[in-house]
């Protein structure tokens, strides 16, 4: 019996590596003979435990190293040969497959669509297209799974029926009509099975059979932040609340506004969303010269603790849409919670209001008005009037617990230093801090 084990075999003891990154690592032993452990990790970027690990569950395939070096037995050699394993891409470079882009080419010619400014529409290169199904093929995103499009004006779904790849099934969610009937056009034409295209706007409710249906989800949608916002609530729900799904999310922006990727980055993980991956500027489309014809592409993955969205109503998501926004006032609304906060300095409305006075002296919060408000158990809630909003305080003495809400028209002085602030007046470290937009 040969002591070879299939790729699938490798990875049921390889937890956290992908087919491909299995076959990857196979590649590059059996492509260069006498690459060392050093190097291998150089190369794949794989922890050092990552990589021993995976070599014990080869173990009997190994010669016995001299010094540091790598080697297939050479009697297992041509039997890993014939497992054919691929190259992984395991830093940034170039998918490429010049004949699928050819032929998505002629497609595109022959059936000339053009695209629509009211819904942010800029049209990738050929050579796009094909790379954002390649890496998702590298990362072991296609094969067995089923894959939402959210918004489709790449044809995505085009060159994963061109290239014959092995999903399950692939649906396709667009506003535009137009989209939508080119795909199913050349769905007919080419053959493909599985598929399927739906009329909807993100801006409507999701329907109830659709949530958790999916494995894989991916978006380029309108580069506003309530486009970035919407179009990942969708994705969430589309997976449901299973953690190890990946969200392919496209986003682009000016190197002179990095404020805005920042603020991108801030929702990712406000809904507690791995950054698994980030390549910048991989994506490129006829048009959109102000953010340089190019987006990036961040690979997300769910966790555990991935937030679920509320339900919220979104409507200005398209970038002509943005101005009404920019007219609302500027607002900075922060909460903290503080656990086991002591008893007694919560059961003294003259400690508190010391407390509250200097964290507003702090921070540069200036007072007009007070109410206070003294509860049969001994709790208090403190509303404060300021020049520049309000500020609200309610503890419980019982629970040792404080809940604040702040609200500034202004931004708030040395934000940098709120935690330890809260830290030093309430006496704990036991704080939870919020900024909503």
Known sequence: MSAVLSITEIQKQNKGLSKPQIEGILYLILKNPGMTNASLIRKTGLPKETLRRFKSTISTLLQEPEGDEILFKLEYTSEIEELAPKPYAWSLVEFADPDLEDRLMEIRKAHDLAPKREYDQFFATVNTSVAKVKIMEARGDLEGKRIALLGEDDLLSVVM??????????????????????????VEEQGFENIRTELYDARN????????????????????????????????????????????????????????????????????LLIKEKINRFARYHGAESIGSASSLYLLETLSSTHQPLKKKITNIYTYQEPHSADFPFVEHFTFKLYDVPEPLLSSKNRLQKILGKFCDYHRLKVVDTDITRFSRGGYTFNYTLSTSSLTVHTWPELNAVHVVLVTCEPVAKPERLYENLSLLFKTKKIEIEKIE
């Not at 380029?220 to 969708?234: H, Q, R, V």
């Not at 449901?240 to 496209?250: D, M, R, T, V």
């Open 161 to 186: 029926g061109l290239a014959e790849t092995p999903y399950t099934q692939i649906t396709v969610f667009d506003i535009d009509q137009d989209i939508l009937d080119t795909i199913n056009s050349i």
């Open 205 to 272: 409710e999701l329907r109830p059979e659709l949530r958790g249906r999916f494995d894989v989800v991916v978006t380029d949608p309108p580069y506003t932040t309530a486009g970035i916002k919407l179009f990942l609530e969708w994705a969430l729900q589309f997976l449901g609340p299973n953690s190890g799904k990946h969200i392919y999310l496209y986003y682009g922006n000016s190197f002179k506004t990095p404020e805005k990727t920042f603020q991108i980055q801030e929702l990712i993980a406000k809904y507690n």
